[in-house]
């Protein structure tokens, strides 16, 4: 079993920047695949970015180059950098685990958090 706790979302301006946290309980994060997802009002929960033991990566392609995805294993925390926010990008983040899957469905993940509000003002 895996508890998720996401933080850093907020208030910002267009342009501005906000690092969101997920800190992970359980021995083994390391071994987890991650991913971010976000969900605006209104619309569907739709992928952001994911990262795997191995560090591989992928990200949508409505982010790509403005946020970056990093874990610590150390800290069995996961961080999404997100640069050059947009209006656009106001939405709820949720932070996504899975031991085995690796993907950009929500059902390629088993445990969830409870999310974390980002607002970006025009």
């Known amino acids: 079993q895996v508890q998720l706790v996401e933080s850093g979302g907020g208030l910002v301006q267009a342009g501005g920047s906000l690092r969101l946290s997920c800190a992970a309980s359980?021995?083994?994060?390391?071994?987890?695949?991650m991913g971010w997802f976000r969900q605006a009002p209104g619309k569907e929960r739709e992928f952001v970015a994911a990262?795997?033991?191995?560090?591989?990566?992928d990200y949508a392609d409505s982010v790509k180059g403005r946020f970056t995805i990093s874990r610590d294993n150390a800290k069995n925390t996961v961080y999404l950098q997100m640069n050059s926010l947009k209006p656009e990008d106001t939405a709820v983040y949720y932070c996504a685990a899975d031991r085995y899957n690796y993907g950009a469905r929500l059902s390629d993940y088993d445990y969830w958090g409870q999310g974390t509000q980002v607002t970006v003002s025009s």
């Open positions: 990262i795997r033991m191995s560090g591989t990566i």
């Open positions: 359980g021995r083994t994060f390391s071994y987890y695949v």
